[in-house]
């Protein structure tokens, strides 16, 4: 049973599937790479990394995959985490959601400049 | 030092979270610790820590929904099952803990039991359910701001048996209205039955446990009601009371009274009854005539004993040995026996020859009347035919005399009729204890040894007036051959007095001393 609701999918949710959409990660590999991701406006904390990651294995959008070192980071073994197919598919439909309301901005002229 | 400071934050989490992922979120504080140094650095990682906490915190305890562990995947439809909450069980420190807190808890709560005060509602609760038969509700014994204790014994001593009346003497009364005729059984005599399923109203007139309870205050008696308690008394007297004179004199005593408007003032149940008894036993000089008042409702026609009763009634006495509550031989020979009652020999007969049989070679013995309640007049006898060799008229005020008023002694093989004997009597003994005691008293075959009895009117037939009153008359003409009036009212006075807790070691030493002259 999980223990929060995936939809909509939370914020924290959505950046951790997109982090782990190129590679596996452990948990600060997970972390660097949203604070990257989001040109550091998100850096998770160990709390709400951790909750979100329980709540996405229990929906089975990621899994463990192994556990190991981290060679730049010393000889500590860290549980390693891969998207599944299902939270490939969760992350692609929650980015065309996010892309349609973007058009629907756009059209409206609500962003500034044309690149955005 | 730091990561110390946030593993002792971690503990803010569930320890479910705590067992899943303190280990990695200890390791990413040490990770981020490692990569940013440097003081603004280090106080924007802590501003993160706290906000984490603040945020995940409260909702990793709040959002938890738990999940049922255990057999529930092996649970079969209708086949009862354990569900646990957790996987694991729980760690040494919280066993410990709970276990302080649960002593500390029932200790607490003892201590709260203890304090009459404080714990009245809760003993109310339960005492209906609990409370030994001496204690439960009942028609008399709840009513206790309306009554002294000893006017509220003496109003129960009309109580008619809640147990069936098995002895022969019963079926005289029996034959008469069945309505309102007490068994002859001494109703006084409660046997605490095996719990009841609920709180019984024992009511005069007859049982009747599907009486509705009337709780609260006294609803208070009007000049109207006044009225009809005062005609109805009088038309019972002039129907029942055995001395028609009297109750002619009664009658009109009352009359005058109530026209000269001497119980205008009168609003209180209990009081009016009381002010009546008063004046019908000072018109009359018959202690034995009452009015009682009841603040339950007095049925009118009495449900009549089942079979259910009686084998409540016999498993009672059973389990209580028949209320012989102690029977063995003191230093010297001296026989002891602790009688609380005076059971039914219908159901008791066989328990109580079988005690007085161990007690057959003392040489004294003393009867422990105390804490007796009263009981069967039939036990009396029966009871008292082992003190006499030969048969002894044994006055009763609730019975006509016949052939059954003399003990039937001797009893084969006994050898008590001539040893001394002793009576231990307190204010709390009652009706048919006093029979036994006054009898013995005026025929000198025992020494009572105590304090003055309880003056029970056990004597009157109970006569409902309407749903709240009642009274005792008197429908025998029994003769008392003593020049001393009976027990009724003022109890039997003992040949000792001492206090009731002295009376056994006095009635010792006084066997002593006579068995020592012997």
Redesign the interface.
Known sequence: MPKQKLRPLPSAAFQILLALVDEDLHGYGIMRQVKEQTEGRMRLGPGTLYSSIQTLLEGKLIEQVDVRADSRLGQERRRYYRLTSAGRKLVRSEAERLADLLRVARAKKVLRGAHV | MSEKIYSWFLRL?PSR?RE??GG??????R??ARDEKGFFERLRLWL??L???A???P??HY???P?FFGVSAQRLEGIPAFFVLESGSPRPGALFSGGILTLVCVITFSVWLSQPALSRPFRALTSQSRSPASERPSAFRRAPSHATDSTREKSSALRPSDVPAASSRSTEAEAGDASNVVPRQDSRFFPPPPPPPQPQAVQPGGAADTTILVEGKDPGVNAAERHRVIDGAIENLKQYYVYPDRAQKVSEGLLAHERNGDYDGVTNGKTFADVLTREMRGASQDMHLVVVYSETLLPERPRSSTVEDLVRYRNALEQQNCTFEKVEILPHNIGYLKLNAFPDPSVCESRARSEMRRLNDADAIVFDLRENRGGSPDMVMLMAAYLFDHPEYMYSPRENTTELSWTRSPVPGNKLADKPAYILTSASTFSAAEHFSYDMKMLKRATIVGETTSGAPHSGVFHRIDEHFGMGIPETKPINPFSKSDWVAVGVEPDVKVKAADALETAIKLAEIKLGKK
Do not use: G, M, N, P
Not at chain 2, 24 to 29: D, K, N, S, T
């Open positions: 989490y979270f899943s992922y990695e979120a200890l390791q990413l504080f990770d981020r993160d820590l906000a984490d906490l945020i995940s915190v909702r990793e959002h938890f929904q999940e």
